[in-house]
């Protein structure tokens, strides 16, 4: 196997953040090396982040300061690993459609053991209304994370094309899943009862966004994206990647962590909804300007 280097494992410099590079990416590299010598897969690091990050969840449900750091501890393991196994994915050329719809719930369920420990702890508090707003919080922390991650990918299309970009289509998608069964691919089948409304929804969030997908298609094909397009696209569309990781992991950790070690768990519902929402909006409203820009060019050339 060829001795990949740390940034022979990294997605691209255009949406990594900078926590990611000075910190996650370069311990994922590290468990990814050991991981790739001892044989382990992609999968089965995803399997024990996702135990580590639950059961960080279960320990925030305690009103104790040095528990409340050991969660802070297990989370930030759990989210090396999460870096570990995409890297571990590129250096080993183990890559499937099953790993990455993994990887994307590995996240929700440590928010969903989160959000439920926040809750049975200031239930005597706050009784019913904590669950409520822990549900519409809960509602768009899915639509922050899930529009961040489908427009990295989109913009990954302009930097790596098709092959370095995980953007998928729910119609591909529902013609995939057509030809599984449940007796041989009962895994992958059940992944996709999920992920497919997943991607739909995306898809909605973003009309501008896949009118410009299907002009591309009408263009391009299967082709690659003309140089001078994908270069205009690209430059244009970095700026807004800083926003999309702020709406993704290491921000909304942040704000995590210090409503714990100050002991107002509720203060992370208030940034989610408050500090997140705006950021989804203004982040949604620009990006959508630009593919609408990009769109009416394309649609000019012709």
């Known amino acids: 196997m060829k001795e990949d280097t740390l940034k022979d494992t990294l997605k691209s410099g255009d949406t990594e953040e900078w926590l990611d590079l ?11 090396r050991l991981f790739a010598r001892l044989g382990i897969s992609p999968n089965t690091v995803t399997i024990i982040s996702i135990i580590l990050g639950v059961a960080a ?61 926040i809750c049975l702890r200031l239930t005597p508090m706050w009784g019913i209304w904590i669950w409520l707003l822990a549900a519409l919080t809960g509602y768009m922390h899915g639509k922050q994370a899930a529009t961040a991650d489908y427009l990295r990918n989109f913009h990954l299309l302009f930097v790596k094309s098709k092959a370095g970009s995980e953007l998928d289509d729910s ?8 030809g599984l069964t449940w007796k041989n691919d009962f895994l992958e089948k059940a992944f996709m009862k999920f992920y ?7 898809e909605r969030w973003t009309p501008c966004l896949q009118a ?28 807004m990647m800083k926003y999309t990781n702020i709406l993704s992991f290491n921000t909304r950790a942040i704000a995590l962590f210090i409503s714990m070690l100050v002991g107002l768990p509720w203060l992370y519902f208030a940034f989610e909804l ?25 649609r000019g050339d012709d």
């Not at 305690?62 to 890297?87: E, K, M, P």
């Open 212 to 239: 410009l997908r299907r002009t591309m298609r009408e263009r391009f094909g299967d082709e690659e994206i003309a140089p001078d397009f994908r270069e205009d696209f690209r430059r244009t569309s970095r700026p």
């Open 274 to 298: 408050t500090i997140l929402n705006i950021i989804l909006i203004y982040t949604l409203i620009k990006y959508e300007a630009i593919c609408k820009r990009f769109d009416i060019r394309l």
């Open 22 to 32: 000075v910190f996650y990416r370069r311990m994922g590299y590290a468990w990814a």
């Open 196 to 202: 497919i409304p997943y991607t739909r929804d995306q």
């Open 171 to 178: 119609e591909k998608l529902a013609a995939a899943a057509a």
């Open 57 to 117: 969840g279960v320990i925030f449900f305690f009103n104790n300061l040095w528990l409340n750091i050991v969660g802070i501890v297990l989370l930030i393991w759990a989210d090396t690993y999460d870096s570990a196994d995409g890297q571990l994915a590129r250096m080993t050329g183990n890559f499937s459609r099953t790993g990455r719809i993994l990887d994307g719930l590995a996240g929700e369920f440590w928010f969903i053991s989160i959000y439920a420990a």
